[in-house]
Nanobody
Framework: QVQLVESGGGVVQAGGSLRLSCAAS????????IGWYRQAPGMQRVWVAT???????NYAGSVKGRFTTSRDNAKRTVYLQMNRLNAEDTAVYYC???????WGQGTQVTVSS
């Protein structure tokens, strides 16, 4: 069964850091682009970042310079390193394999001020 599983969320103080992981059980992982999205309470899900199959990242303006996404194809895992977190980053974070329309279950990130 193809699935994505996020982990690494939690509660962190403003200015702190967290690293999220997205593990994929798909044989084509190394050629897939993986996206990160987040959904704050009462808000729509929005795009955060994408890493393509070559490891090239793109970021939303709100996180550029603070978040970094990377991938380890041998582990079939994508990471989202989040630094200098602030209250506006509080959300459920999801990873997505866009080509297959596959989503993980999400992981909660809460930034306390």
């Amino acid at each position: 069964q193809v699935q994505l599983v996020e982990s690494g969320g939690g509660v962190v103080q403003a200015g702190g850091s967290l690293r999220l992981s997205c593990a994929a059980s798909v044989s084509t992982f190394s050629i897939e682009a993986i996206g990160w999205y987040r959904q704050a309470p009462g808000m729509q899900r929005v795009w955060v970042a994408t890493i393509d199959s070559y490891g090239r990242p793109n970021y939303a303006g709100s996180v550029k310079g603070r978040f970094t996404t990377s991938r380890d194809n041998a582990k079939r895992t994508v990471y989202l390193q989040m630094n200098r977190l602030n209250a506006e980053d509080t959300a459920v974070y999801y990873c997505s394999l866009d080509r297959l329309g596959l989503w993980g279950q999400g992981t909660q990130v809460t930034v306390s001020s």
